[in-house]
């Protein structure tokens, strides 16, 4: 059990980087505002909601560029991003049972 919590933790921090990540881009960041329909302001309270960190990740991964940006400047194995991904709630296929 103690693996699992490891796991998230460690997805969570990979997860944490990503939104600094995109926050700080000025092309990146009205991108995923758009494609999440969140507001700027509403960042802080949408990253506690189930699922949001795990979209951050999807985000991120859906574009090879973004990614190989975000591995290369974070020092984050693009492999460890979509690991990371599986780990959070909402971020498998198996959605009843990964919250």
Request: proline share 7%.
């Amino acid at each position: 059990m103690a693996n699992v919590a490891s796991m998230r933790e460690e997805a969570e921090t990979i997860a944490v980087k990503a939104l600094a990540f995109v926050a700080s881009d000025p092309e990146l960041l009205p991108r995923f505002l758009a494609i999440t329909g969140i507001e700027a302001h509403s960042i802080r309270l949408a990253a506690g909601e189930p699922g949001f960190l795990a979209g951050v990740l999807q985000f991120i991964l859906a574009h090879e560029p973004t990614l190989l940006r975000f591995a290369e400047e974070t020092g984050t194995p693009p492999a460890s991003v979509g690991k990371a991904l599986r780990a959070l709630p909402l971020g498998d296929d198996n959605h009843e049972h990964s919250i």
